[in-house]
């Protein structure tokens, strides 16, 4: 069996003496998209925050995460490389659009660098020429699509997509479903993507 992808090996999270799941065992495979399903309250944000490392101490855990055979246990969250995307993702209001993009890429890269992946991104969403714009004055379309552009720029192992597309409406919605589903394919990554929609269905679907 190959340890590439994203592993989770028989997780158990509870809070406050309540077990939410137990024996959770998932295995997604690079240019996997799985999608994670279940009642308010099941635990699937919980299960998200486990996964890159923020989750509350107050938790009681077990089980373990593994990235491509690394164990993500004793690493901090910005030593994961996890890329998320929340229904909530917030641009930063202060920069333009290119700044956002450009503020995620990893250090060490040269200022040319830095632009010519800022721009790729650009056109990779079809908002070329929108890099001086302010994101107030974005649709919540392309919000979205410069918000995923952004965690992906960050070079991610993985990606983590919590109800990003929950505010939108339908017709809409499937468009960037569409646009993220098969950037993240173009990338080879794992993703788990948690939905109360059926139409997010994507190569598996798991309920909690
Ligand atoms: N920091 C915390 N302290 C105490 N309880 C918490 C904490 N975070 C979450 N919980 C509880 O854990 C349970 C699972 O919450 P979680 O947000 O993971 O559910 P969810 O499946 O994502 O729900 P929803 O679909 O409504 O977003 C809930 O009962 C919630 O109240």
Redesign the pocket.
């Known amino acids: 069996m190959t340890s590439a992808g994203l592993i989770l090996n028989d997780v158990r999270l509870a809070?406050?003496g309540r077990t939410?799941f137990d024996g959770l065992c998932l295995c997604i495979a690079p240019g996997e998209i799985v999608t994670l399903m279940?009642e308010?309250?099941?635990?699937?944000?919980?299960l998200i925050a486990y996964i890159c490392g923020s989750l509350?101490t107050?938790f009681d855990v077990r089980g373990s995460v593994t990235l491509d055979g690394q164990d993500m246990g004793p690493l901090p969250i910005e030593r994961r490389r996890i890329g998320v995307m929340f229904q909530d993702d917030v641009l930063f209001a202060h920069m333009s659009v290119g700044e956002n993009l450009a503020f995620a890429v990893p250090p060490g890269v040269t200022r040319s660098e830095r632009q010519t992946r800022v721009n790729d991104a650009l056109v990779e969403a079809d908002l070329d020429g929108f890099a001086a714009r302010n994101p107030a004055t974005l649709s919540g379309g392309q919000k979205a699509r410069v918000a995923l552009m952004r965690a992906l720029l960050a070079e991610p192992r993985a990606m983590l997509l919590d109800e990003p597309f929950s505010r939108l409406d339908a017709t809409l919605r499937e468009r960037v479903r569409n646009f993220a589903f098969s950037t993240i394919k173009r990338r080879n990554i794992p993703a788990l993507l948690v939905t109360?929609d059926r139409q997010d269905k994507s190569d598996h679907v798991i309920t909690?």
């Not at 308010?40 to 919980?46: F, M, T």
């Open positions: 809070i406050g939410l279940g308010s309250g099941s635990g699937k944000s919980s509350d107050e109360h909690l």
